[in-house]
């Protein structure tokens, strides 16, 4: 069963106390009922760890589901597709932004080894904006270098992203990497990440944005962070 799921306030969506289907196109969580009948859709949840089991249940009329934490979307043939992890999604421009989509278009560019995308916070604009951690191949870092040869790799991801994505798709942000931050079993970590934001002084990489004048990514400093803070967010040029 797909349910609708609100990425601003993070819950499930309910009308009258009920959870609402998702429909064709719409990006909804999957949930599994529970039925003891049926033993492959039997969950007895976590030993000894109530507040995660209280997380994994959600409760609709007589029916209790599992919740997968997986967004997904079918279309009006019966296919279904997959989104993106719960907590990945964010919103931006009054849009649902799926970071799955947006790092699975820039690795496209045969520049990036690399692409784990999030979203950011930004001082006086709402919801969150688009950043795209990326790993360059050839250890093609931010040095003087690799000044040309950064650039290049930056104007291709800019190109990549902007003729294959929605506008409110394009990563505002850019943080380029020397190595990815990923768990023990590989997977890109993105909650550091996402804490850390886009003030250079917490930051230990190098941050690029999309000047809204440029209209290009340029090297993103602590007083254009400033800038941001003291104008409110530049809520009509980002």
């Known amino acids: 069963r797909f349910v609708q799921y609100d990425v601003e306030s993070e819950d499930l969506v309910r009308q009258n106390g009920r959870l609402v289907a998702a429909e064709p196109g719409q990006p909804g969580e999957c949930l599994f009922v529970v039925n003891d009948k049926f033993p492959l859709s039997k969950f007895t949840g976590y030993n000894g760890n109530e507040a995660a089991n209280n997380k994994k249940f959600v409760q609709d009329g007589d029916e209790t589901y599992v919740r997968t934490g997986d967004l997904l979307s079918f279309d009006e043939h019966g296919w279904v597709r997959f989104v993106d992890r719960i907590g990945d999604t964010f919103r931006w421009r009054g849009e649902n932004v799926s970071t799955a989509e947006v790092a699975s278009e820039i690795s496209k560019c045969k520049y990036v080894a690399e692409a784990n995308v999030y979203g950011v916070q930004v001082p006086g604009i709402e919801g969150r904006a688009g950043c795209a951690a990326i790993v360059f191949k050839d250890a093609i870092e931010v040095n003087p270098k690799y000044a040309d040869q950064l650039q290049l790799c930056i104007s291709a991801v800019h190109k990549q992203a902007q003729e294959n994505l929605p506008s409110y798709s394009v990563p505002v942000f850019i943080r380029v990497q020397k190595h990815a931050n990923t768990t023990q079993t590989f997977k890109h970590q ?18 690029f944005w999309l000047h809204p004048v440029e209209k290009r990514y340029v090297p993103f400093g602590q007083e254009d962070y400033e800038s941001l803070v003291k104008n409110g967010g530049m809520r009509s040029k980002l």
């Open 190 to 207: 993105k909650v550091t990440l996402r804490n850390e934001g886009i003030d250079p002084s917490k930051v230990s990489d190098s941050l």
